[in-house]
């Protein structure tokens, strides 16, 4: 009997390491080349899934760039990126673009945007109103929102910018930003907007949460702060859907790569320690 029992745990164990053998095998099989474009808001949650992706499929290759969200949705229709990376539904029209026919929106993101300032300003709060007023360039001192006597430097994002498109539209209610001035600046990337608020004094900007570090302040809206929670609850209203476009239903590495991304695995594991809320978390 003890000898039986013996060689049924050996016949298990080959069979489970046999079993473990096959899935690697059949992941590492999976090959092809993915191009990714598009949103840099969110270019960390797409290096940080390619990288996990590309460990358990080795025979893949990713290459990722970010040069603002419309620039997704653009390169698919010419054919040069296989995923758009987009803060917006690119197969709907919004203020400012039209819809891209023909492609394809996989929701992967709950992104947070947040109004951040240099660490030297002290405001830790602004009133919707307050920032109609200063991103229209009408409120120039920060004496005027509670601040010091000192001049405010807008930093936005040029016109293709997801994260703008949501700002405009959540945080200001849809007013209109200033387009010039001495202490009005623009920034293509979320990267470039990071730098330009660490590093310049009396600054005002947005971003999403990924990008805010102890060296600025993200500032609460209406008395309500940008947290993971206050936009699970409805407290909190500046946030997007983060979208991958595809030309028609992707198939292949594409296909496996976005499935991931939407996966609990990643959801609940790198998307959140990047500051990204599970699309499973709304409502």
Do not use: C
């Not at 702060?225 to 595809?246: D, F, L, R, S």
């Amino acid at each position: 009997m003890k000898w039986f029992k013996q060689i049924t745990i050996a016949a298990l164990i080959a069979v489970i390491g046999f079993s473990s053998v096959h899935v690697a095998d059949a992941a590492s099989k999976l090959s092809g080349k993915i191009v990714i474009n598009g949103s840099s808001a969110l270019l960390p949650l797409t290096l940080q899934a390619a990288n996990e992706f590309k460990k358990a499929n080795p025979k893949v290759k990713i290459s990722a760039s970010a040069a603002g969200s419309i620039t997704g949705p653009q390169a698919v229709r010419k054919g040069i990126a296989d995923i758009g990376a987009v803060d917006w539904d690119a197969t709907k029209d919004v203020p400012g673009f039209k819809k891209f026919d023909g492609q394809v929106a996989h929701k992967v993101a709950v992104i947070p945007f947040a109004t951040v300032v240099n660490k030297n300003v002290g405001v830790s709060n602004l009133t919707t109103k307050d920032l109609q007023g200063i991103f229209s360039g009408k409120i120039k001192n920060w004496k005027d929102v509670g601040g010091k006597d000192a001049e405010i430097i807008v930093v936005n994002r040029t016109f293709g910018s997801g994260t703008r498109v949501n700002f405009q539209d959540k945080a200001l209610a849809g007013e209109d930003f200033m387009t010039k001035g001495d202490n009005y600046k623009e920034v293509k990337t979320s990267g470039d907007m990071k730098t330009a608020i660490e590093t310049t004094p009396n600054a005002i900007g947005y971003m999403d949460l990924a990008y805010v570090t102890d060296k600025m302040t993200a500032l609460s809206v209406n008395g309500v702060a940008p947290t993971e929670a206050n936009v699970i609850n409805g407290k909190y209203k500046v946030w997007g859907y983060g979208y991958y476009m595809t030309k028609g239903q992707p198939t292949g590495a594409v296909k496996e790569f976005i499935a991931y991304v939407q996966s609990a695995k990643f959801q609940n594991g790198s998307l959140k320690k990047l500051k990204f809320i599970p699309i499973s978390a709304m409502k």
